[in-house]
């Protein structure tokens, strides 16, 4: 088999995030005490399951492949993936300058959405709990889906930037095909990622407004 149609990860695909804590701090301010180890948690679920599904996994894990052990671009790394991931400017078919953000604020708010959502909420011996806290209070938690719907949309509008991109350099990604169903299917709020509808399971436009799956209203 071709290994350029394989949707096997490379050796440590699974390690190697596309932004690190640093990064993600140029997009939304993240308090001083809050460990750069938790974050990459939190990193490495959005990419898993926002990203990864949002590229398709064979374009995502080309652009795996691209990276270091430190999970930087490599040197001899293929220009179109450094503009896929960093942003560029370029000419479109009809001559007009479109200023590409790359994917790093994707993956960004992808992540303040996962961070916010589980932050909220801390798990002890006896089931998970609201945090409180000593000097404030714990936001209520219609408010904190509003902000988890916030982050999203932020991420589904640079996501709709890449998709562009992505349409006018189809020569560079001969990998990605356009998904309708996967661009319906990134809404704002909480979902889980993990399980999906595909191939395999009912199209969502053959089934009445009268069935639904549990997965519609998880992520």
């Given at each position: 088999?071709d290994n350029n149609?394989?949707?096997?990860?490379?050796?440590?695909?699974?390690?190697?995030?596309?932004?690190?804590?640093?990064?993600?701090?140029?997009?939304?301010?993240?308090?001083?005490?809050?460990?750069?180890?938790?974050?990459?948690?939190?990193?490495?679920?959005?990419?898993?399951?926002?990203?990864?599904?949002?590229?398709?996994?064979?374009?995502?894990?080309?652009?795996?492949?691209?990276?270091?052990?430190?999970?930087?671009?490599?040197?001899?790394?293929?220009?179109?993936?450094?503009?896929?991931?960093?942003?560029?400017?370029?000419?479109?078919?009809?001559?007009?300058?479109?200023?590409?953000?790359?994917?790093?604020?994707?993956?960004?708010?992808?992540?303040?959405?996962?961070?916010?959502?589980t932050d909220s909420?801390?798990?002890?011996?006896?089931?998970?709990?609201?945090?409180?806290?000593?000097?404030?209070?714990?936001?209520?938690?219609?408010?904190?889906?509003?902000?988890?719907?916030?982050?999203?949309?932020?991420?589904n509008a640079y996501?709709?930037?890449?998709?562009?991109?992505?349409?006018?350099?189809?020569?560079?990604?001969?990998?990605?095909?356009?998904?309708?169903?996967?661009?319906?299917?990134?809404?704002?709020?909480?979902?889980?990622?993990?399980?999906?509808?595909?191939?395999?399971?009912?199209?969502?436009?053959?089934?009445?407004?009268?069935?639904?799956?549990?997965?519609?209203?998880?992520?």
């Amino acid at each position: 088999m071709d290994n350029n149609n394989s949707t096997t990860p490379p050796s440590g695909a699974r390690l190697a995030t596309l932004i690190t804590p640093t990064i993600l701090q140029r997009y939304e301010d993240i308090a001083a005490n809050i460990k750069p180890e938790r974050i990459k948690v939190f990193i490495q679920k959005a990419q898993e399951l926002d990203l990864k599904p949002f590229l398709g996994y064979i374009l995502y894990y080309d652009l795996i492949k691209q990276l270091d052990e430190d999970g930087n671009l490599k040197d001899d790394a293929s220009q179109h993936y450094k503009d896929l991931l960093n942003g560029c400017e370029y000419l479109d078919e009809a001559g007009h300058i479109v200023l590409y953000q790359g994917l790093q604020p994707v993956l960004a708010y992808f992540t303040f959405a996962r961070f916010i959502e589980t932050d909220s909420v801390h798990y002890t011996a006896t089931g998970p709990v609201t945090k409180r806290y000593d000097n404030a209070d714990a936001l209520p938690a219609k408010d904190i889906v509003k902000l988890v719907q916030q982050q999203r949309s932020t991420a589904n509008a640079y996501a709709n930037e890449t998709e562009r991109f992505l349409i006018d350099h189809q020569d560079s990604f001969p990998v990605w095909h356009y998904n309708h169903k996967n661009k319906t299917s990134r809404q704002a709020g909480p979902r889980i990622r993990a399980v999906d509808k595909t191939d395999f399971n009912f199209p969502a436009d053959t089934l009445s407004t009268n069935h639904f799956f549990i997965t519609d209203f998880l992520n």
